[in-house]
């Protein structure tokens, strides 16, 4: 036997039908979009912002810096600017340490030994590059800072 609230609700829409000739739908069809490619571009957005992207949109920050005869890639002992090629390589460094990150997990869902030891070898390898990379960096900026 069916519940008195769903006996109301076929009486509604039963006469709605009969007044409008079909009963409304409330529900709007939304672009359904791959969660892989939103998770790239998120992925893309929050890379550019830590990096520093727009603050060198911003600022108008230059490629390189001269000192002397030499161009720098970096400014050294300021924490205040940067370059370009700094955000560059800091934006490379963290994709490096979320794509050690996905190998990692990667790992549980191999199919054979060989395949997940490959996964642990390089996402190991790309995890001690992002983040020793990034502390190469920061002492570059900051010296002294690790010791």
């Not at 060198?56 to 050294?76: H, K, R, W, Y």
């Amino acid at each position: 036997m069916p519940s008195i609230s769903l006996r109301r609700r076929k009486a509604k829409s039963a006469k709605l039908a009969r007044k409008f000739g079909t009963v409304p739908r409330a529900r709007r069809n939304l672009p359904e979009f791959p969660t892989n490619l939103l998770l790239i571009i998120l992925l893309i957005v929050v890379v550019f912002l830590i990096s520093g992207g727009l603050f060198d949109v911003v600022s108008g920050a230059p490629l390189m810096i001269q000192q002397g005869e030499t161009a720098l890639p970096f400014i050294p002992y300021d924490m205040n600017s940067q370059t370009i090629l700094e955000s560059m390589l800091f934006a490379i460094l963290l994709v490096l340490g979320i794509l050690g990150g996905y190998l990692a997990s990667r790992t549980l869902y191999s199919s054979t030994r060989k395949e997940s030891s490959i996964f642990t070898i390089l996402s190991i390898a790309l995890l001690v590059i992002g983040v020793f990379g990034s502390y190469f960096l920061l002492e570059i900026k900051i010296p002294g800072i690790l010791t």
